[in-house]
């Protein structure tokens, strides 16, 4: 059977990876592909090479930059009342705020 995923990694890939038990997913971590079938993958994880099936993971890649950094805009935003289209709009709207420059200040500086 061929388990369809948002994102399949290839063999060599560093990615991360978060494994299900009872419907309930682990937190992602780290880890490098070293084999990837339409079963089952092998995963080299802090050192250790973990046989996870298809039908039990889920895949992503790396966060970059700029992910990491709309995650946080999103993050200081509180919408605790907001239902999940308002939020997808939070995150478009922090991801163009990104893309036309918007950095995170170090520190203010007075001039």
């Known amino acids: 059977m061929i388990y369809h995923h948002e994102w399949l990694p290839k063999v060599g890939d560093e990615c991360e990876v978060a494994t299900y038990v009872d419907d309930l997913a682990s937190v992602f971590s ?3 592909v070293l084999y990837i ?4 993958s092998v995963v080299d994880r802090k050192g250790l090479e ?3 099936h298809l039908q039990n ?5 790396l966060k970059t930059e700029r992910d990491e950094a709309i995650e946080a805009m999103v993050n200081g935003i509180d919408y605790a009342t907001a239902n999940c289209h308002e939020v997808k709009i939070v995150e478009s ?3 163009k705020l990104y893309d036309y420059g918007y950095r995170k200040a170090d520190k203010w500086k007075i001039v």
């Open 50 to 52: 973990v046989v996870i």
């Open 57 to 61: 993971v889920i895949f992503r890649p």
């Open 93 to 95: 709207i922090c991801a």
């Open 30 to 32: 780290k880890c490098k």
């Open 37 to 40: 079938s339409n079963v089952y």
